[in-house]
């Protein structure tokens, strides 16, 4: 992605951004990565840096630990891996064991959380852990990065010699000592070491007795340092066994460095992964900080920020407590250029950076402060012309740069330009300045370009009705409490507010009323329209949110309503299922009775002798099943042209007996008792045995006939 002018990631403060990134970094790696974050135009590159710092920031937020703990620079350590014949310390080999146990850790951690985050996991498809480096400084460094005693044959023997030499020495040096302490020989400090050499402290005047090697003498020449005679070949023993150790242990840490030099390719990798996971862990960092998230990409140019802010001025009024008001902006084909007027100071400028910046984080890599549902497209250029452009090296003017500026946008934007111009023709006559900021705006319409303007001219703030892909935004201001109110309202201009700030500032009343009686003078009349304009729409925006809130309420009432309407239907349903089911099974009981009687019957003809009383419990079992046949046909018929109800029965209701079926009219309920008229006939009824009906509907009634 081109910027313009150079320092245009400056003016929208990215640098400020980058800056922040970089203090979530805790590797050398990661930071310089931050130093070489570049704007890309390939939506599959910015897709993926988005989708991996979403991740981490998932990871982050679960509290979940990503085990990439190794922060080192060893830059410099595989650079000599990579020279023939260069060694590294025992501290510089255990960085190497440190780094690959690291790759190992994260490799691991993958295959615990497999397929959970793809886009950070497809880093390291490629890497394979090799255990080998590990197990290779294990065998002679120990943890402090010192080579092991064990390291070698040799190493062990003259570590072993050396150890009774030392021991031998000590002994023996103890025992001069105290005979010289004895004497009164020795100065206060006793001992020291010069030259590597272990010596005695004595008093200059005593120099000549002690019989040895004199190796110095302290800055008052009152005390020497005399190796005695009687450790001089022990000490040369010492020395040389100390010798032949370094000699060692060089050899040990040469053939270690070049056993893994081998590694060296699969070592750099190493590095180079850690140092991005460490870097996309930083975008996860800041993104938790002010609040950023993925917004929806599109392939083609296109702004449409929801709830978005200036993530600088958020993190800043989160320190203080401040409430952050959130920036809706939308630009695309058919809104190609948004020109926003209003207040001076009431966030025209802070609006059009906000939109600015977070194009140039999200084309950088970077969550944005704005609510997910925000769509951004990609851009091959911004431009930017924000703030004094005059420069004193060229002798330009603060307009002569502005047409300079002006030049190049009109030279190479095209519809993948995104484009921000703050006070467009500041710095000329009003007339002429408007007249070329018109024409300049209209040009950029032509080109397709998306951006937002800053502006006072009244004639730009009347174009958006006559020239297609322009509108109108206002910032908004609190005319009553003389407070600008950092809100910006789509499809409309705003006024400056000019009588209202110059109140604010306390200039006198008497000057301010005559600007007024100035202002009714020609094209000033239309500053005064858009400010009644703006209070207006105020009103009525008070207005419509008073009117949604009465609207969702009554939405609300009415599925409440819909909701015990439909549960009172389903309780009678229900009513009228148990009643159905009751008589079934009524009828069922009834039915078993009547086959165990008929059983009965059969065993009482084949053992009774008095055969005529057996006929006759027969024609009594016989009869109440022509009872019953009866019943259900009557059932049949009262089925046809009524159908059950259920519920309480009330005075009127139509009700039905449960057994013989007759349906009559309910004229009175006493406590179980009631009185039913069947034709013109009452009868006093138990209320138990019947149920409510009704008369079907007419389809049934056709049906009939």
């Given at each position: 992605?081109?910027?313009?002018?150079?320092?245009?990631?400056?003016?929208?403060?990215?640098?400020?951004?980058?800056?922040?990134?970089?203090?979530?970094?805790?590797?050398?790696?990661?930071?310089?990565?931050?130093?070489?974050?570049?704007?890309?135009?390939?939506?599959?590159?910015?897709?993926?840096?988005?989708?991996?710092?979403?991740?981490?920031?998932?990871?982050?937020?679960?509290?979940?630990?990503?085990?990439?703990?190794?922060?080192?620079?060893?830059?410099?350590?595989?650079?000599?891996?990579?020279?023939?014949?260069?060694?590294?310390?025992?501290?510089?080999?255990?960085?190497m064991k440190e780094l690959a146990l690291n790759i190992r850790n994260i490799?691991?951690?993958?295959?615990?959380?497999?397929?959970?985050?793809?886009?950070?996991?497809?880093?390291?498809?490629?890497?394979?852990?090799?255990?080998?480096?590990?197990?290779?400084?294990?065998?002679?460094?120990?943890?402090?990065?010192?080579?092991?005693?064990?390291?070698?044959?040799?190493?062990?023997?003259?570590?072993?010699?050396?150890?009774?030499?030392?021991?031998?020495?000590?002994?023996?040096?103890?025992?001069?000592?105290?005979?010289?302490?004895?004497?009164?020989?020795?100065?206060?400090?006793?001992?020291?070491?010069?030259?590597?050499?272990?010596?005695?402290?004595?008093?200059?005047?005593?120099?000549?007795?002690?019989?040895?090697?004199?190796?110095?003498?302290?800055?008052?020449?009152r005390t020497v340092f005399i190796e005695p005679e009687e450790t001089i070949?022990?000490?040369?023993?010492?020395?040389?066994?100390?010798?032949?150790?370094?000699?060692?242990?060089?050899?040990?840490?040469?053939?270690?460095?070049?056993?893994?030099?081998?590694?060296?390719?699969?070592?750099?990798?190493?590095?180079?992964?850690?140092?991005?996971?460490?870097?996309?862990?930083?975008?996860?960092?800041?993104?938790?900080?002010?609040?950023?998230?993925?917004?929806?990409?599109?392939?083609?140019?296109?702004?449409?920020?929801?709830?978005?802010?200036?993530?600088?001025?958020?993190?800043?009024?989160?320190?203080?407590?401040?409430?952050?008001?959130?920036?809706?902006?939308?630009?695309?084909?058919?809104?190609?250029?948004?020109?926003?007027?209003?207040?001076?100071?009431?966030?025209?400028?802070?609006?059009?950076?906000?939109?600015?910046?977070?194009?140039?984080?999200?084309?950088?890599?970077?969550?944005?402060?704005?609510?997910?549902?925000?769509?951004?497209?990609?851009?091959?250029?911004?431009?930017?012309?924000?703030?004094?452009?005059?420069?004193?090296?060229?002798?330009?003017?603060?307009?002569?740069?502005?047409?300079?500026?002006?030049?190049?946008?009109?030279?190479?934007?095209?519809?993948?330009?995104?484009?921000?111009?703050?006070?467009?023709?500041?710095?000329?006559?009003?007339?002429?300045?408007?007249?070329?900021?018109?024409?300049?705006?209209?040009?950029?319409?032509?080109?397709?370009?998306?951006?937002?303007?800053?502006?006072?001219?009244?004639?730009?703030?009347?174009?958006?009705?006559?020239?297609?892909?322009?509108?109108?935004?206002?910032?908004?201001?609190?005319?009553?409490?003389?407070?600008?109110?950092?809100?910006?309202?789509?499809?409309?201009?705003?006024?400056?507010?000019?009588?209202?700030?110059?109140?604010?500032?306390?200039?006198?009343?008497?000057?301010?009323?005559?600007?007024?009686?100035?202002?009714?003078?020609?094209?000033?009349?239309?500053?005064?329209?858009?400010?009644?304009?703006?209070?207006?729409?105020?009103?009525?925006?008070?207005?419509?949110?008073?009117?949604?809130?009465?609207?969702?309420?009554?939405?609300?009432?009415?599925?409440?309503?819909?909701?015990?309407?439909?549960?009172?239907?389903?309780?009678?349903?229900?009513?009228?299922?148990?009643?159905?089911?009751?008589?079934?099974?009524?009828?069922?009981?009834?039915?078993?009775?009547?086959?165990?009687?008929?059983?009965?019957?059969?065993?009482?003809?084949?053992?009774?002798?008095?055969?005529?009383?057996?006929?006759?419990?027969?024609?009594?079992?016989?009869?109440?099943?022509?009872?019953?046949?009866?019943?259900?046909?009557?059932?049949?018929?009262?089925?046809?042209?009524?159908?059950?109800?259920?519920?309480?029965?009330?005075?009127?209701?139509?009700?039905?007996?449960?057994?013989?079926?007759?349906?009559?009219?309910?004229?009175?309920?006493?406590?179980?008792?009631?009185?039913?008229?069947?034709?013109?006939?009452?009868?006093?009824?138990?209320?138990?045995?019947?149920?409510?009906?009704?008369?079907?509907?007419?389809?049934?009634?056709?049906?009939?006939?």
């Amino acid at each position: 992605m081109q910027l313009y002018p150079a320092n245009a990631s400056e003016s929208l403060e990215f640098e400020k951004i980058k800056t922040l990134l970089a203090e979530k970094c805790r590797s050398d790696a990661a930071k310089e990565r931050v130093r070489a974050l570049k704007f890309n135009s390939k939506i599959d590159f910015i897709e993926r840096a988005l989708l991996q710092a979403s991740e981490f920031r998932s990871i982050l937020q679960t509290g979940d630990y990503f085990p990439n703990d190794f922060t080192r620079n060893v830059e410099k350590e595989l650079q000599l891996l990579a020279i023939e014949g260069a060694t590294l310390s025992g501290q510089q080999l255990l960085f190497m064991k440190e780094l690959a146990l690291n790759i190992r850790n994260i490799l691991t951690w993958f295959g615990n959380h497999k397929g959970l985050f793809p886009q950070i996991e497809a880093l390291c498809e490629k890497i394979t852990y090799e255990k080998e480096i590990a197990s290779v400084v294990e065998a002679v460094i120990d943890e402090q990065g010192n080579v092991r005693d064990n390291a070698s044959r040799d190493l062990m023997h003259i570590r072993t010699e050396l150890a009774a030499k030392r021991q031998q020495l000590r002994k023996m040096f103890e025992s001069i000592l105290r005979k010289l302490g004895k004497q009164g020989y020795l100065a206060d400090i006793s001992e020291g070491f010069l030259n590597g050499r272990r010596t005695v402290a004595i008093h200059a005047e005593h120099k000549r007795i002690v019989k040895g090697i004199l190796h110095g003498e302290s800055d008052t020449s009152r005390t020497v340092f005399i190796e005695p005679e009687e450790t001089i070949e022990l000490n040369n023993e010492v020395f040389s066994l100390e010798r032949s150790e370094s000699r060692e242990i060089r050899r040990i840490l040469n053939d270690t460095t070049q056993m893994l030099s081998v590694y060296q390719p699969q070592l750099f990798s190493y590095y180079q992964l850690c140092g991005l996971y460490e870097f996309i862990r930083a975008k996860g960092l800041l993104a938790i900080d002010m609040n950023a998230f993925m917004p929806r990409l599109s392939n083609h140019p296109t702004v449409n920020l929801v709830k978005a802010y200036h993530p600088l001025l958020l993190l800043n009024n989160l320190k203080q407590q401040k409430p952050v008001i959130p920036t809706y902006v939308k630009l695309d084909p058919e809104q190609r250029i948004l020109i926003i007027s209003g207040p001076n100071a009431g966030g025209k400028t802070v609006t059009m950076k906000t939109v600015g910046l977070l194009q140039m984080m999200l084309q950088a890599g970077l969550l944005v402060p704005a609510d997910p549902s925000s769509e951004m497209g990609i851009f091959r250029q911004i431009m930017i012309h924000i703030g004094d452009t005059q420069s004193i090296e060229h002798e330009l003017s603060t307009y002569s740069a502005h047409l300079r500026d002006m030049k190049y946008f009109m030279d190479f934007a095209n519809g993948k330009t995104l484009f921000f111009i703050d006070e467009l023709g500041s710095g000329s006559d009003p007339n002429l300045g408007g007249a070329f900021a018109e024409a300049i705006v209209e040009e950029l319409a032509a080109k397709h370009a998306l951006g937002i303007i800053t502006t006072h001219y009244l004639n730009l703030k009347v174009m958006a009705g006559k020239v297609k892909g322009i509108v109108n935004g206002a910032m908004m201001f609190d005319e009553e409490k003389l407070e600008p109110l950092y809100q910006l309202n789509i499809g409309k201009p705003g006024s400056s507010y000019t009588f209202a700030i110059a109140q604010r500032s306390g200039l006198s009343k008497k000057l301010i009323d005559r600007a007024r009686q100035l202002t009714e003078r020609n094209h000033f009349k239309l500053d005064k329209m858009l400010l009644q304009t703006e209070q207006q729409a105020q009103k009525l925006g008070n207005k419509e949110k008073e009117l949604q809130k009465l609207i969702k309420e009554n939405e609300d009432l009415k599925k409440e309503f819909q909701y015990l309407n439909d549960r009172e239907r389903r309780q009678q349903e229900q009513e009228v299922l148990k009643l159905q089911n009751k008589i079934k099974k009524e009828e069922l009981d009834y039915l078993r009775e009547m086959e165990r009687n008929f059983k009965q019957i059969i065993i009482d003809w084949k053992k009774s002798e008095n055969k005529g009383e057996v006929i006759k419990n027969a024609e009594n079992v016989l009869f109440k099943k022509r009872q019953i046949q009866m019943n259900q046909s009557a059932a049949k018929k009262a089925d046809k042209s009524f159908e059950l109800v259920g519920g309480d029965a009330k005075i009127g209701d139509l009700v039905r007996h449960k057994v013989n079926h007759q349906v009559g009219t309910l004229t009175e309920i006493r406590e179980k008792s009631a009185v039913v008229q069947i034709g013109k006939m009452p009868f006093n009824v138990q209320l138990e045995d019947w149920v409510v009906v009704r008369k079907r509907t007419e389809p049934n009634a056709k049906k009939k006939k």
